[in-house]
């Protein structure tokens, strides 16, 4: 029954998140807030919900362990299995925004994110807010710069226009489907996701880094995988690292605000949290050597490749 529940709480997530989405740009329309702040900020948090209520929930259901490898997992995926096997699917360019914001945020938020944990062993109420309010602070810069035209406008796909003629009753009624499907899946995903644990006799950490930060990672890895085959511009470097902002600050920063997370697991500190600074760091030497601004299939080989060693090491240890 364990897997069951994970197998339908993965599927309820997707589904959730999916009519979450889609509502959340109507009635974003409804309040005529431009295409770009939209695909920036409305979409971006709204693909953040399945990971911030699998979070949430496994805090308030005393598992803080998972709640925490649930992100550090996730932003190991995003970087190692989303983009390593998309740049094998077909080529990656990256902007020059990669080095000027993305990944100095990246990267800032991380070790800010790993000076709270190491400082206390748990995340507060005020150093969630602070990482709230960092990420507030990386969307308005982002704004900006996108209204100078130094970043593309080009908006995700999940801004379709033609949600702007929907009728309030479909939204109220897509709200209901979403926050349903979101409730019912974190819970059934975590209840699932713990039972596994006691029957394999791994850490709950060593669930949450794994199996469930690659659940939560499944829909964007099979949306990239199907943009890059059908050459479409629909992933960038700037997204996944984006992603990976939206998830420290926004996941974690609002579950600390509603229940302090405790770290349970010394793992989590001692390995885990390095391996996502880590292979955040190597994204450098990868866009600039040996051709610059682009992750090249050889390039996604390597990512896969540490991602692959990430793995074995947690589950062999």
Known sequence: ???????LGFTLLVIGGEFLVKSSVAISFKFNISKMVIGMTVVSFATSAPELLVSLQAALSGSPAIALNNVIGSNIANIGLVLGITALVSPIAVDRLFYKLNWPAMMVISLIL??????DNKLSFIEGAILFMGLIIFI?????????HEVSTEMPKEVDESLSTISNFKIILWLLIGAAALYFGSEWLVTGA?????MFGVSEAVI?????????????????????????????????IGSNIFNISSVLGLTAMIRPIPVTESLILSRDIF??????????PLVFIPK????????????????????????TS
Request: charged letters at 15%; zero cysteines.
């Open 194 to 198: 713990k039972d596994l644990a006691l």
């Open 140 to 148: 308005v810069v982002l704004i900006k710069k996108a209204k100078k």
């Open 114 to 119: 790993y000076y709270f944990l190491y400082n």
């Open 1 to 7: 029954m364990s897997i069951v529940f994970v197998l």
């Open 275 to 284: 391996w996502m600074i880590g292979i955040a760091l190597i994204l450098i």
């Open 208 to 240: 949450g880094v794994s199996l469930i930060a690659i659940g939560t990672s499944v829909p964007e890895l099979a949306a990239s995988i199907i943009a890059a085959a059908k050459k479409e511009k629909a992933i960038s470097l700037g997204n996944l």
């Open 292 to 315: 610059k601004f682009e992750i090249n299939n050889l390039k996604g080989l390597l990512l896969v490749a540490v991602y692959g060693v990430f793995m074995y090491l947690i589950f």
